[in-house]
């Protein structure tokens, strides 16, 4: 069935979008998603917050405004502290330098705690405002083909739904001292010395010339957001105060005089625009040159008032109960429910057209029975318009993004499998060592060895996890994600036009408005519409049920069909409830190879090897799984032994 949506592109005479009346809506990201030394955050490129990736860079960026800079210089003394960690991160949590001083302090508590002490100096330029000059930053060349084709939903997914407008960059150099003293008044005193020697120059004098504490002096430096092509970019070494001076000296001519420096120092935080809001797009997508029209909502439409108030039933379309019923202006015409329109408003929902009234009228044009409905169209609102398209564009860029990290995940769990079966059995003992890039700290990753990590994403070694995650994957493009597609750019709507895309926002439409199907790691739920986390969470994932007569939720088999018009299932319950049965039950009750894919692949293994404590569960586990796999090969070979 058709939808009865339309939309209708009116000329610029119905109305004028000006663009002075457009506000901006930049708003700013300062936190991990744009800290990542993985990606580039560039001024004029894309950037999708749903998905958090970078697009192409679709705005040419020709000159920026003068940056402005802030300096500080902190000389911190822990050498008399009694809780190291805990000063640290009251301290210094917001240096860049922060994990490399814990991985210090951690590194002292295992030598001497008693005898050595710590002096930490920080020295940081934070540079702001710079920002893009729109007014000449034009778009790139193949953006603007794009627009100009009106193909806004190419744009979106190349340049992303928004662009980034100002990049705010941040230097440090960060100076960690080491020392031994006998006792801690020594330390302090040396400490003070020290202090004096890098805020006045290594000519002050000092009280503190004890030689032993002198000699053990330790001197790290780490530097974040450096340009190291200018001179003496090889000062970045010192064994003593003078030499550490010299290395404050480059620094902070390499942060703040060498060639380029506005776009040199560690990304902190990005402003980022919508398209929508930036006059160029304004223009080359045509938004200020017409208008979309789409349906007057039925609560916006006059309804026929009764002639008096005897009558106490509710309006009918029959030629018993229109009389009983007039539109408060006169000239209008009587829908088959009782609203109120001009003639050339009614709608034949046969023929799909706009048609005046033909027959049964008996003397006046409210007498007779209609068989049409009321159906005026209105102007969006300019504002309407430049939010559905802003909206619209970054959800299209999120459900992209969905599909990209469920190709991955699917494409990663191949790659780790295959790995993991390449290692001789000889290995199986052997620990894996875990990602450095993971969500959380490596103190709390759990001991994994070859094999657990086998059973746990190939349980019953038929790499039959793969398998399932592609049928995951092709129920959930063919019921969540196609359809909404279909639903954003009026797929099927009579009339609609390329406009369509800005009539209606995403949450409008039913088939995009289910936001667990938005979710990481969810697959399409075949007993009601929306999603249910996927059997890539593991043990906890819901089960599939074993009722297929709700065939309506479910991918159909175009290739099978019965003699009473029945359709099948693509995939049957009965198959996807005994593979994921039968891995449930080997994995136990804490396994989530979702999880485990993120720690631990691809995997790197170790020269260390499980305890026995380990041993003894991955045994239990090893004879869990092929008594699983066993059964599971049984069932299958009776389900299809014809």
């Excluded at 802030?70 to 994990?99: K, V």
């Excluded at 609203?339 to 034949?348: K, P």
């Amino acid at each position: 069935m058709k939808s009865s949506k339309a939309i209708k592109l009116i000329g610029a005479a119905t109305f004028i979008l000006c663009p002075s009346i457009i506000n901006g809506a930049s708003f700013v990201i300062s936190d991990d998603r744009v800290r990542s030394l993985d990606i580039t955050p560039v001024l004029g490129r894309g950037y999708s917050i749903g998905s958090n990736s970078f697009q192409s860079t679709c705005l040419m960026v020709d000159e920026t405004t003068t940056p402005s800079y802030n300096y500080d210089f902190t000389y911190s003394d822990f050498s008399g502290t009694s809780n190291l960690m805990s000063d640290l991160a009251a301290t210094l949590s917001n240096s860049f330098g922060y994990e490399g001083i814990k991985t210090e302090a951690k590194s002292d508590d295992v030598l001497d705690t008693a005898t050595i002490n710590m002096v930490v100096s920080t020295m940081r330029i934070d540079r702001y405002y710079s920002s893009v000059r729109e007014e000449l930053s034009p778009l790139s060349t193949s953006a603007l083909k794009l627009l100009d084709n009106e193909d806004y939903i190419g744009f979106f997914k190349s340049c992303g739904p928004t662009y980034v407008r100002s990049i705010r960059r941040a230097q440090e150099m960060t100076a960690i001292f080491k020392f031994k003293a006998d006792s801690a008044t020594a330390a302090k005193d040396f400490a003070s010395g020290l202090k004096k020697k890098i805020t006045r120059g290594p000519k002050e004098s000092s009280s503190s010339t004890d030689p032993t504490i002198s000699s053990s002096l330790i001197i790290k430096i780490l530097g974040f957001g450096l340009g190291l092509n200018v001179q003496q970019s090889n000062t970045l070494v010192s064994t003593n105060i003078e030499e550490f001076n010299e290395v404050m000296k480059f620094a902070y001519v390499a942060f703040t005089t060498t060639e380029d420096t506005q776009h040199i120092g560690m990304v902190f935080g990005i402003e980022i625009v919508p398209w929508v809001d930036n006059t160029e797009f304004q223009v080359a997508s045509k938004l200020i040159e017409g208008s979309v029209k789409i349906p007057l909502g039925r609560s916006l439409i006059p309804k026929a008032e009764k002639i008096n108030n005897q009558v106490t039933t509710s309006f009918r379309n029959t030629l018993v109960d229109r009389p009983n019923y007039i539109c408060k202006s006169r000239i209008n015409f009587i829908d088959k429910y009782g609203y109120c329109c001009d003639e050339s408003v009614l709608f034949n929902q046969v023929s799909y057209e706009y048609e005046a009234e033909e027959g049964n009228i008996t003397g006046s044009h409210e007498i007779y029975l209609s068989e049409r409905i009321c159906k005026p169209m209105r102007v969006l609102e300019a504002s309407l318009v430049k939010n559905n398209m802003s909206n619209n564009g970054e959800f299209v860029a999120r459900l992209d993004g969905i599909l990209r990290s469920r190709m991955n995940t699917m494409f990663s769990l191949e790659q780790c499998v295959s790995r993991l079966h390449a290692f001789p059995s000889t290995l199986d003992a052997n620990l894996l060592k875990p990602k450095d890039m993971i969500s959380f700290e490596s103190d709390v990753v759990a001991r994994y060895s070859v094999k657990k990590l086998k059973l746990a994403l190939d349980p019953l070694q038929n790499y039959g996890l793969i398998k399932h995650l592609g049928i995951e994957m092709d129920e959930y493009v063919e019921m969540y994600y196609s359809p909404c597609i279909n639903a954003l750019f009026g797929a099927n709507v009579e009339d609609s036009s390329e406009h369509y895309f800005m009539a209606y926002g995403w949450m409008s439409h039913p088939s995009c408005y289910r936001l667990t199907c938005l979710a990481d790691n969810s697959r399409w739920d075949r007993d009601e519409e929306g999603c249910i986390p996927s059997v890539m969470t593991g043990s906890s994932s819901p089960t599939y049920s074993n009722d297929d007569s709700k065939g309506e939720y479910c991918v159909k088999d175009e290739e099978i069909y019965s003699g009473d018009n029945e359709e099948f299932c693509k995939n049957e319950s009965a198959d996807l409830i005994a593979f994921q049965t039968s891995a449930k039950a080997c994995w136990g009750a804490d396994i989530s190879p979702a999880s485990l894919l993120e720690q631990f692949c691809m995997p790197q293994i170790t020269s260390d090897v499980i305890d026995t404590d380990d041993k003894l569960i991955v045994d239990a586990m090893v004879a869990r799984c092929t008594d699983e796999r066993e059964a599971y090969e049984d069932l299958m070979a009776l389900r299809y032994s014809y």
